[in-house]
C-alpha cells in the first residue's frame, strides 16, 4: 500500500527530534532518578518537558515504523510484531533478572515488569518501565491493526494520519 525508500525520502527534521527527545529522556530526566544530589530538577518545568518529550518519542517512533513497513494483511501485521517482540523481551527479561539482584526494585515489581503488566499495575520497574510500556503498545497494535485490515478501514485511518500533501507517506 504505501512504502518508502526511507533513505531517499528521510526527514531530518523528524531525526533531530527523536534525538533530542531521547537525549532529554535519557541523559537528564532518567539519570537523576538515581541521585538525590539534584533536588532542584524535579520541578513542574521539568515534568512538563519531559512528558513532551517521552510523547514525542513515542510519535515519531511509531509514525517511523509506519513509514518503513508495509501492512496489507493480518499475517504481515503478526509477523512484524511477533519479531519485534522477541526481538526486546528476552533481553528485557534478562536485564530485568541481572538488576533484580541488587537493583532499586522490589521483587514484586521485577514480576510484574516480567509478566507486562507494571504500566497497569504499579510501580513499574524505575530503569526498564518505558520497555514494558512500548511492548504493550506493539501488542496492543496486533489488535488494532487486525481490526482495521478485517474491516476494510485502514485506508481511512490512514489518510486521517496523512496532515498535508508533503508527507512522506504514499498510498
Do not use: C
Not at 6 to 14: E, V
Not at 26 to 55: C, I, M, P, R
Not at 71 to 90: A, D, S
Amino acid at each position: 500500500m504505501f512504502k518508502v525508500n526511507y533513505a531517499k525520502d528521510r526527514l531530518f527534521q523528524i531525526d533531530i527530534l527523536r534525538a533530542i527527545s531521547m537525549l532529554w529522556i535519557v541523559g537528564y530526566w532518567h539519570l537523576f532518578n538515581y541521585t538525590e544530589a539534584f533536588s532542584y530538577y524535579d520541578n513542574n518545568l521539568t515534568k512538563f518537558v519531559t512528558y513532551v518529550a517521552l510523547g514525542l518519542f513515542v510519535f515519531i517512533s511509531g509514525y517511523l515504523i509506519g513509514v518503513k513497513e508495509e501492512f496489507r494483511t493480518v499475517e504481515q501485521v503478526k509477523k512484524f510484531l511477533v519479531k519485534k517482540i522477541f526481538r526486546i523481551y528476552p533481553l528485557y527479561a534478562v536485564a530485568l533478572l541481572i538488576t533484580s539482584y541488587r537493583g532499586p526494585d522490589s521483587s514484586d515489581t521485577i514480576v510484574k515488569g516480567l509478566g507486562l503488566i507494571s504500566m497497569f499495575w504499579k510501580p513499574a520497574p524505575l530503569t526498564f518501565w518505558f520497555i514494558s510500556m512500548i511492548i504493550n503498545f506493539y501488542l496492543f497494535s496486533i489488535f488494532w491493526l487486525q481490526f482495521l485490515l478485517k474491516t476494510k478501514k485502514i485506508n481511512q485511518f490512514k489518510h486521517y494520519l496523512l496532515v498535508n500533501n508533503t508527507s512522506p507517506l504514499k498510498i
